[in-house]
């Protein structure tokens, strides 16, 4: 008995042994861009080395891979890195990838572009410099059809189960990041800064999403700071300063046809400081689609002299006349949307505006201890504005509140 237990024992601890020794090596294998051929010296254009870096790192067949840009200034015309990766695939950037500062030397819609990849994991203390600054006074898109197509900085699409953490964007020439189909992602840590006055510089841009997490990331640009768009759903939103900017909004929605419903998404703990807009929903007026917008809640949201603190717009026209105009009513359904303990300042006079859609009231509208005072030039109270809304409020309630 005593020597079969003994027995057991050996072997136990030898099948330990085997499975420690065989286990696969935890870190993965690093390729400093350094050493594979890229110069810093923030003129010759990196596009090549990195790519090729991309190609061998994704295409290991076992265990996973890291990039590592390491401090100095990486010059890199437009990039695209193609998936699907046999691997989890990881870029630490400590370092300066510096964009082209002439715009037509990026020959695609997005300078930095990740598509078709799960488990992508982007990191680190360094920065995206998007040189924006030669290329927004060409930026006459808003009456200029053929406007000169300038790239947005870093782009995902039908990307799955990735993040990014930690880097900094600035000055992109259009949008810092976009992402397309792309779900279960988290964006934390991230720093995105364009000055207030450079056009259509949206922080976080996304479309056909779901699942994504933005937390602990200050976001100040000439635009939206985060723009919701068609498909989205499961978006969470915590701990976000966004200022300069017009703020986080949803839309514009309806204006093209096969648009889907937005649903589902919480905003939490957010300030913003002197964006021209804070909490934004945008709906064109007269739609060719006809979805819906449900299940918002907005709370713990602190506003410092914001333009329009609360704004549904279910008429939106940035640059009237719309052909939309004529049309008629917006066709978007926005329903199921909560308010709580939103307070600060106002710079307009109404602090809150709830413009619905007459044929598509909004429905089931909650607001509970709103605090928002005006601090404008002329004097008076802040006010609220309903048209075709249907509610409820509880708690304090400044300003008045014009439900029902
Ligand atoms: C990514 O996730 C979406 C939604 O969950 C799924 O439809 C798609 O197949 C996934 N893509 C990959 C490459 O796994
Ligand atoms: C995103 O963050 C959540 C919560 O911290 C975590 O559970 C999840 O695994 C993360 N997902 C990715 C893809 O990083
Ligand atoms: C708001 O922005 C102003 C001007 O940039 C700045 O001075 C102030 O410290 C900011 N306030 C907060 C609470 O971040």
Same mark, same amino acid.
Do not use: L
């Given at each position: 008995m005593v020597c079969m237990a003994y027995a057991f024992k050996i072997l136990c601890l030898f099948l330990l042994f085997i499975a420690v020794a065989s286990r696969p090596t935890v870190k993965p294998k690093v390729f400093n861009v350094r050493r594979h051929g890229?110069?810093?010296?923030?003129?010759?254009?990196n596009a090549n080395a990195f790519t090729s870096i991309w190609s061998r790192a994704c295409g290991r067949r076992s265990g996973s891979s890291k990039i590592y840009v390491p401090k100095g200034t990486f010059y890199l015309g437009g990039v695209e890195f193609v998936g699907p990766c046999k691997n989890p695939i990881e870029i630490v950037i400590d370092g300066t990838l510096l964009a082209p500062?002439?715009?037509?030397?990026? +020959?695609?819609?997005?300078?930095i572009n990740f598509r078709y990849i799960n488990d992508l994991s982007i990191s680190g203390s360094g920065l995206l410099d998007g040189q924006g600054q030669q290329s927004w006074p060409l930026n006459d898109c808003h009456k200029n059809p053929n406007c000169p197509k300038l790239a947005m900085t870093m782009g995902f699409a039908f990307v799955n189960n990735s993040n990014i953490k930690d880097i900094t964007s600035l000055?992109?020439?259009?949008?810092?990041f976009n992402f397309f189909s792309v779900h279960h992602f988290n964006i934390t840590g991230v720093t995105i800064t364009a000055p207030a006055d450079s056009p259509n510089t949206d922080g976080i841009k996304m479309g056909s999403c779901s699942n994504i997490h933005i937390s602990k990331t200050n976001i100040g640009t000439g635009d939206d700071c985060i723009a919701i768009l068609s498909g989205t759903t499961n978006l969470d939103i915590s701990n976000v300063k966004c200022g300069p900017g017009h703020g986080i909004s949803v839309g514009s929605l309806g204006k093209n046809k096969d648009e889907k419903n937005v649903k589902d998404l919480t905003v939490r703990d957010i300030v913003f400081n002197?964006?021209?807009?804070?909490i934004r929903i945008k709906t064109w007026e007269s739609s060719a689609s006809k979805i819906l917008v449900s299940n918002f809640v907005y709370e713990n949201i602190q506003m410092i002299d914001v333009g329009n603190p609360i704004n549904i717009d279910q +008429?939106?026209? $940035?640059? $009237?006349?719309? *052909?939309? *105009? +004529?049309?008629? *009513?917006?066709h978007v359904q926005i329903q199921d949307l909560k308010l709580k303990n939103i307070y600060g300042t106002s710079k307009n006079k109404v602090a809150v505006n709830l413009q619905c859609s007459k044929s598509f009231p909004c429905k089931n509208v909650e607001l509970i201890d709103i605090n928002l005072k005006h601090n404008g030039i002329k004097g008076g109270p802040s006010t609220a504005v309903c048209e075709n809304v249907d509610g409820s409020v509880s708690g304090k309630m400044v300003p008045q509140h014009c439900l029902n």
């Open positions: 890229s110069k810093p010296d923030g003129k010759t254009d500062a002439n715009p037509r030397d990026i +020959k695609q819609d997005t300078w000055n992109s020439k259009m949008g810092h002197g964006t021209s807009d804070g +008429k939106y026209c $940035p640059h $009237p006349p719309c *052909e939309h *105009e +004529k049309k008629g *009513e917006s």
